[in-house]
DNA sequence: AAAAAAATTATACTACTGGTATAAAAATCA
DNA sequence: TGATTTTTATACCAGTAGTATAATTTTTTT
């Protein structure tokens, strides 16, 4: 993306965080960032198209922040999981994402409820994953419903804790405070065997391609770096990474990737590894034709 | 108040429950209640103050509901609780009150955000109070604690039962379901002794007359009621009721109470009921004593 | 360095918003 | 009936999001 245009994003979320989002008039963030009205609208089509830009630098951000924390280390211990939750938060305060999204979801333009929507499932997804993790598969049918809980729990504490607090927020005893709640609310249910939202509605809510471009993804990454340190042949090393790369790149960035030219690189390689590695070579077989019958 | 005013505000309540508050502008309420643009800035300064008085009536009819339910019965009996959160519940989802609170809670107009933030205290203001009734004077420390994170809970599990079920809603269900959740943390707090918030918050944040108002008014309505049962002289009898009357009106409803009148009428009635009712004659001077000090 | 292409600016414009002002008409009250 | 209040219709103001366009500047290509 372009320099200037990521500096408007940046001075337009400077004027959300101070004045909100409505209150901020396209004229404030023309002047604020210095550009005239024509190149806004070269940039973006609306000041909604600008928020939705902004929302997923942010978003993205927090992806990333969150699952560096994760890996190499245990899914089931509880601690990475309290500092996932306080990396998010800290990120959330920082930010004021939680205020913008609630004022913006009020804006009654449709992609960007859409676009909160599809948000709010995947973290709520994300929580899912990590209880799972966690509190193991016996916990399962109650584990959505102690995801949905949790998000209500710590939103709240941090509303008024803030408010009780102003500036000196100890983001730590909030996050240790409302996952001690939700590990006894989990006992509790589980002994009582209480259910309110069936386990299923979290796939029917969120529609399939994103969930399967996530599994599609994380597939393909694993098969592909298995191949990579599966190639023993030195002669052949820099030959075959290329073509690992360039599917992978293929498949997974490309917005109309190339069929035939994926399919003949794989073939290629595959005459030749076949026999070393041919659980993988199978594998991303697999993954490829079942990503072009998809599309 | 007026019937037509009334009808404006009804008329702009559907508008805002179908459009949202922001989306309505002025003349879709213009034209939706059939009144001229001067009739209306006649009846309201703005439409913020429109909504300010939609709001008290609807923040009145949820008190008036809530309360029927409680009148001579077990304060401490959790099925009444249950009940009165239903009809809260089903109040809110009917009027589409919290969305609409949560909209207009980015208006950047200062009545507004503070009207709305005095409401939710004495929501949980309420909840305290109903739960100090439920599980005890001994769980106070973790009172407020539980009191904020049951809005949540049942906040949330609302929004997604909602969106899960569309219109068949059972609120019964949900609210069953979180005041269950909300007696295990409770004991789970109470057990572990683990605190976040301070009780003495709430007072805090609640700004002292709205507290002392309410006190005062429960107060002075207990003393003059035993007073007025405690006269058995009935050639009298007339003339204190009329006197009791008058004081109780002042004190609670005048927006100047006329001080000396005040204490020229109580002083008359005192020197006739002194003998007999000491007592009660005796709170109802400190009470309009320190009335009159506070203000 | 020159020419071509792209990006940026300034400006004027439309259609809409909330809110003000006012004179005429209608309803209410004494 | 006559006076007073309420209501209406209308024009108006300043500000909003967004469009259109011609002129200028910057970047890219040759």
Redesign the pocket.
């Known amino acids: 993306m372009?320099d200037?245009k990521k500096h408007v994003i940046m001075m337009a979320h400077q004027l959300f965080i101070e004045k909100g989002f409505q209150a901020?008039?396209?004229?404030?963030i023309l002047d604020y960032s210095?550009?005239?009205?024509?190149?806004f609208?070269?940039?973006f089509?609306?000041?909604?198209e600008l928020l939705i830009a902004l929302l997923k630098e942010l978003y993205f951000e927090m992806e990333q922040a969150q699952n560096k924390l994760l890996v190499g280390q245990d899914a089931s211990d509880l601690e990475i999981f309290i500092k996932q939750v306080e990396v998010q938060t800290e990120l959330n305060r920082k930010n004021k994402l939680i205020s913008l999204l609630e004022e913006v979801n009020f804006s009654n333009d449709k992609e960007i409820i859409h676009f909160i929507r599809i948000g709010q499932l995947k973290i709520l997804k994300w929580l899912h994953s990590r209880f799972l993790d966690i509190f193991g598969k016996e916990k399962e049918p109650y584990i959505l419903d102690c995801a949905i809980m949790f998000t209500g729990i710590l939103h709240i504490n941090f509303k008024y804790y803030s408010a009780a607090h102003e500036k000196n927020i100890n983001i730590s005893k909030v996050v240790r405070y409302s996952v001690s709640r939700i590990v006894s609310i989990m006992e509790d249910v589980a002994k009582s065997k209480e259910q309110l939202f069936e386990p299923q509605l979290l796939g029917h809510w969120l529609p399939k391609n994103h969930q399967q471009k996530k599994v599609f993804q994380r597939d393909i990454d694993k098969t592909i770096t298995a191949l990579k340190s599966g190639i023993k042949d030195t002669d052949l090393e820099d030959k075959y990474l290329e073509f690992l790369d360039f599917i992978q790149d293929e498949l997974l960035h490309a917005k109309k990737p190339r069929r035939h030219l994926v399919e003949n690189v794989f073939n290629e390689m595959k005459k030749d590894l076949s026999p070393t590695n041919k659980k993988e070579i199978f594998a991303l077989e697999v993954l490829i034709s079942t990503y072009f019958q998809r599309s």
Request: hydrophobic share 10%; aromatic share 10%; proline share 0%.
């Open positions: 372009n200037r901020t008039s396209i004229q404030d210095g550009i005239s009205k024509g190149t609208y070269n940039y089509s609306s000041k909604n």
